[in-house]
């Protein structure tokens, strides 16, 4: 294969006849090409021009100087020292080579002979170590394809499920509200989609236990993997052998659904089979990679000496220790390491206690919670789903701790993005809670909040705010007025109020809760700074820009004082900043202070990150109201794909930049498409989001002309 760099350029031929510059320069530009830089992005960065630095990688023996910085500009930080001792002995190598023997010249052997054959046989065993290790490499990679398939697969299913218990549920009135009239052709017709949806939900309920097991498989599989690449990596380095970088694979995407092209008697139904029919074949074919992975992974190999066998001292009170220990890490807000911590720990448990052992059932708990503070929350929720059945078997259903894992759950459900199916979670939990705990319990309380933030992120803020305002009394009452319960309630409620509608009275809120946490929290603590923020963006709402920018110009120098200039809220109080520019009317001050925003938001969050993905939206928009209309397209043509890839083809965000495309085709002089790509998102929003959807009606309106 021709090794490419900067974007699938082609290198030329490696002009160079000694042997370890020729290796030297393939281990070079081997690291380049895996880094994905471009020979001019590389140059910035190791401070070299383009032209100097294709000389160096074109054979020419490069300077000490120039191996460091590329070595630092391309590999992982944890390969870095081995990867320049590598490269720094081979420059040696190149700058001394051994003198040429005569063509034809027998070699005589002489004292060193005997070394010599141990030197090939330890080559031979680099040789047969280093495919070992790329095998399992590729092995970690097949495994992790599945994996992330298997997640994606889960989420896709759980929203499946909602929406039929959704449809079934309408079916279901609809067929007894004709069952009060006359036998008619629409009572059979709805008794037939009823039939059809309840086998579709068994079938989704079947492919997601498929799924999860999965899920559990590849996971078991990941930790042997690492364990086997952990062992190969230390013998060879114990070898000097070359690269272990891991190959750079793509993880496929599950497909869009099919589109319609024919007349059909139930085409929700028909999209319904389609998916489960492509979650089927997903399944299926991570259920072969998986097993021949099981299968090669127990195949007899040579065994690896370790050079520091870890320690497996797993006394009951040294596993208790590490469990107190792990505690304390992912509390002082560290969930990754204790993440890490939790599993090892759990390994050892398991081969010295029984599976429903608290110890066991608790550790698994704080792996699942570990895993969602660490921002991995889709991957969080089947460790949830399978804990909360083993606690309702062993514990009981209204335990406190079989109600605290429904709540972990529900809310890493809707911190996965699936807003609604969080609701339906929080619907039937708050009545448990009530009924188990009391209905003045803190977790009660708790509890209540976070199915009003639900709502609220549901899109449906009025239900927030009637939740809210029955939820005030009780916090005040059982907590107090400054409790800080108490004021995240009403912060909660003021922000629901203006996004029910009424930014005036959101203002009036604010101003009476922002003095609350200056006098209980003081000035500079997040969350009155997060009521500072929220007022401004209410006072923009209201209509009063104007204000809203001097607001947020006085707030993010505090913000960065107080929190640090790439923190999350110093962030999103330079996206509104932007934003309100562009509202008072100065698209290009706003596209000014995106273009700083965008590079800080992508290297704190990911390109991927809903807040990155955002700001591109909005930069891509007001390129069209600075006059730049083409340029606002291109920009979207770019992102919506990447919206698509990570929130989903039914996300609201990708739906909005579809719509803010298909209004950009228009002005820019093409209605007709523009036309075709709003009658596509009105069908898209009606099924995706429901007919009364705000998002549905002000698509239906553009395309009524009501601009």
Known sequence: MTPKAGGGRPWGPIRAENPAARKLAEMLRRHVDDSGKTLAVLGGEISMSKAQTGVYLGGKVPTEAFITALIRATVRPELRQRRQEEALALRDQALRPATRTTTGAPVVAGPGAGYAVELAAAQARQIETYDRLTRTLEQRAEVERAKNNSDKLVMVLLNMIHQLDRRVTGLIEERDQLRAQPRSEALEDAERKLARAEEQEQRARAELRRAEEKQRQ???????????????????????????????????????????????????????????????????????????????????TAEVVQDNPPDNSTSPESLDERFTRALRVREAGDPKRALVLFAELLADYKRTLDPDHPSILSTRYNQAVSLAEAGETKRAIPLFDDLLADYKRTQGSDHPSTLNIRYSHAISVREAGYPNHSVALFDRLVPDF??????????????????????????????????????????????????????????????????????????????????????????????????????????????????????????????????????????????????????????????????????????????????????????????????????????????????????????????????????????????????????????????????????????????????
């Not at 070898?239 to 319609?260: K, M």
């Not at 319904?272 to 074919?285: F, R, T």
């Not at 920009?635 to 930049?657: C, K, S, W």
Request: hydrophobic share 35%; net charge negative.
């Open 218 to 300: 590849a996971e078991d599989l990941e930790a042997r993997v690492t364990d086997q690449l952990r062992q190969l990596t230390d013998e060879l380095d114990r070898l000097r052998a070359g690269d272990t970088t891991s190959p750079i694979d793509t993880l496929p995407v599950v497909a869009d659904e099919p589109q319609e092209h024919h007349v059909s008697a139930d085409p929700v139904g028909d999209d319904i089979d389609a998916a489960l029919a492509h979650a089927s074949q997903v399944n299926d074919e991570d259920n072969t990679t998986l097993n021949r992975v099981t299968s090669e992974l127990n195949e007899p």
């Open 434 to 707: 009530r009924r188990a705990q009391g209905p003045d319990h803190p977790d009660t309380l708790n509890t209540r909040y976070n199915h009003a933030v639900s709502m609220a992120e549901a899109g449906a803020p009025h239900r927030s705010v009637a939740l809210l305002d029955e939820l005030i009394p009780h916090y005040t009452r059982v907590q107090g007025p400054d409790h800080l319960h108490t004021l995240k309630a009403r912060y909660r409620h003021a922000v629901s109020v203006r996004e029910a509608g009424d930014p005036e009275r959101s203002v009036a809120l604010l101003d009476e809760l922002i003095p609350h946490y200056t006098s209980t929290q003081g000035p500079d603590h997040p969350s009155t700074l997060n009521t500072r923020y929220s007022h401004a963006v209410s006072v923009r709402g209201a209509g009063d820009v104007e204000r809203s920018v001097v607001l947020l110009g006085g707030l993010i120098p505090h913000y960065t004082r107080a929190l640090g200039a790439e923190h999350p809220s110093t962030l999103s109080a330079r996206y509104s900043h932007a934003a309100s520019m562009a509202e008072v009317g100065d698209p290009k001050q706003a596209i000014a202070l995106l273009n700083e925003l965008i590079p800080d938001y992508t290297r704190a969050f990911g390109a991927d990150h809903p807040n990155t993905l955002r700001a591109r939206h909005s930069h891509a928009v007001n390129m069209e109201r600075a006059g730049d209309p083409e340029q606002g397209i291109a920009l979207l043509d770019e992102l919506i794909p990447d919206y698509t890839r990570a929130q989903g083809f039914d996300h609201l965000n990708t739906l909005r930049a579809r719509y803010s495309h298909a209004v950009s085709m228009e002005r820019t002089g093409d209605p007709e498409r523009a036309i075709a790509l709003l009658n596509e998102l009105s069908s898209h929003c009606t099924r995706a989001l429901g007919p009364d959807h705000p998002h549905t009606l002000r698509t239906r309106a553009y395309l009524r002309g009501e601009r």
